[in-house]
């Protein structure tokens, strides 16, 4: 059984027999009685570790759809986990005045990487630059929804997407280095 990330181990029917009288232990029926409600409660702390676990955007899986709730995200259980959580966080980081370091935090919680915020007050733009990882995030629409839900909306909201270019790859990536690179990493790839 887990237990928020610290592993439980222990034999709950041995526990159970160290609380009633040890010859008990020589009856069949008694040892039937142990084992079944010791199931039991096997079954029940593993419920109980799974509530708890939905209490928490990290680990929760079947609570998500409340967190949305909460946070007046459409609830999209066609999405993977892992982006549905992005976007709680998102949420949950976006409240408050709106600044840069704000910015940045609300993209990595969707990105699950390095970000760069560039203001460019004179363009009335604010360029979100990916450079943690290579190619487009896959969750760019919900990026683009929860930015532009804090971003004022006067100022444009710019995308810039770091790729491999010729001069990363040219003597410098063996060829089997390049073979398992996907064509979403390169400039103009798919």
């Given at each position: 059984m ?5 592993d439980?181990e222990?034999?709950v029917?041995?526990d ?7 010859e008990?232990?020589?009856?069949r029926e ?15 702390n593993a ?5 708890l676990a939905q209490f928490?955007?990290?680990t929760a899986?079947w ?8 946070c ?5 259980e066609s999405?993977?986990?892992?982006q549905r959580?992005s ?13 840069v370091?704000l910015i940045?935090?609300v993209?990595e919680a ?6 760069e ?8 733009t604010v360029?979100?630059k ?5 190619g487009?995030p896959p ?11 804090i971003?004022?909306?006067h100022l ?8 491999l270019?010729?001069?990363d ?11 398992a ?6 400039a103009g790839g798919?």
């Amino acid at each position: 059984m887990k237990l928020l990330g610290t592993d439980i181990e222990r034999n709950v029917e041995r526990d159970m027999f160290g609380y009633i009288p040890r010859e008990y232990e020589d009856y069949r029926e008694s040892r039937a009685i142990v084992k079944t409600e010791a199931a039991e409660f096997e079954a029940l702390n593993a419920k109980i570790a799974d509530v708890l676990a939905q209490f928490f955007v990290d680990t929760a899986t079947w609570g998500l759809s409340h967190w949305e709730r909460i946070c007046g995200i459409p609830i999209d259980e066609s999405k993977p986990v892992e982006q549905r959580r992005s976007v709680i966080k998102s949420k949950l980081r976006g409240i408050g005045t709106v600044t840069v370091d704000l910015i940045k935090n609300v993209a990595e919680a969707y990105y699950n990487g390095e970000v760069e915020v560039i203001e460019q007050p004179s363009l009335y733009t604010v360029k979100i630059k990916f450079v943690g990882k290579l190619g487009v995030p896959p969750n760019l629409a919900d990026i683009q929804n929860a930015l532009r839900g804090i971003i004022p909306a006067h100022l444009a909201i710019d995308f810039e997407f770091s790729y491999l270019l010729i001069k990363d790859v040219h003597n410098v990536m063996t060829l089997s280095q390049l073979e398992a690179t996907t064509l979403d990493k390169f400039a103009g790839g798919a």
